[in-house]
T-cell receptor
Framework: EAGVVQSPRYKIIEKKQPVAFWCNPI?????LYWYRQNLGQGPELLIR????????DSQLPKDRFSAERLKGVDSTLKIQPAELGDSAVYLC??????????????FGPGTRLTVL | AQSVSQHNHHVILSEAASLELGCNYSYGGTVNLFWYVQYPGQHLQLLLKYFSGDPLVKGIKGFEAEFIKSKFSFNLRKPSVQWSDTAEYFCAVSNDYKLSFGAGTTVTVRA
């Protein structure tokens, strides 16, 4: 079974430039999560999707961040414009659904973003 | 809001030594508890989890964790570590779908 796929793995951009990250969850997983992991810290949830609906985006900085999950499968996270403080690893995770609190989240390898 | 505190930032030990990583959380309700591991160059993987029942949980690769409700703790242990246990370990807590992670502990095992 293929795991969560993310691309690109690394991205270096200059500040004020836009950037986008792509995630393909495990087949059949209805719930998709985007996390941000700053250096020396644990992942922090940015947004959660149930199918194509963003059901929790309370931690997403909406002035510059946006996300979409068209058709309830792949998802894209965008930053425009990027700031120096956005340098971090962006993780995507998926789980079957949220009907059970016992849901295990499976994580992708992440995209390491460096903003210069 | 729930928060997770991991006691050690970096632990260095020799092969065959015993390992214990501390984790405390703050949340008054029912929680589910997890330990995730991230080996060098790899993605986060679930090591073990606790939802209910026996507070001593066995995980993969010889790891175990003990949930002590009165202390709001979920410490990870391994009696004898191997060089391949070098990794970053994250404690996490959820009360539904939302995982809250600790800052992580880097474990370096010297051969």
């Amino acid at each position: 079974e293929a795991g969560v796929v993310q691309s690109p793995r690394y991205k270096i951009i200059e500040k004020k430039q836009p950037v986008a990250f792509w995630c393909n969850p495990i087949s059949g997983h209805n719930t998709l999560y985007w996390y941000r992991q700053n250096l020396g810290q644990g992942p922090e949830l940015l947004i959660r999707y149930e199918n194509e609906e963003a059901v929790d985006d309370s931690q997403l900085p909406k002035d510059r961040f946006s996300a979409e999950r068209l058709k309830g499968v792949d998802s894209t996270l965008k930053i425009q414009p990027a700031e120096l403080g956005d340098s971090a690893v962006y993780l995507c995770a998926s789980s079957l659904d949220r009907s059970s609190a016992y849901n295990e989240q499976f994580f992708g390898p992440g995209t390491r973003l460096t903003v210069l | 809001a729930q928060s997770v505190s991991q006691h050690n930032h970096h632990v260095i030990l020799s092969e065959a030594a015993s390992l214990e990583l501390g984790c405390n959380y703050s949340y008054g309700g029912t929680v589910n508890l997890f330990w995730y591991v991230q080996y060098p160059g790899q993605h986060l993987q679930l090591l073990l989890k606790y939802f209910s029942g026996d507070p001593l949980v066995k995980g993969i690769k010889g790891f175990e964790a003990e949930f002590i409700k009165s202390k709001f703790s979920f410490n990870l242990r391994k009696p004898s570590v191997q060089w391949s246990d070098t990794a970053e370990y994250f404690c996490a807590v959820s009360n539904d779908y939302k995982l809250s992670f600790g800052a992580g502990t880097t474990v370096t095992v010297r051969a």
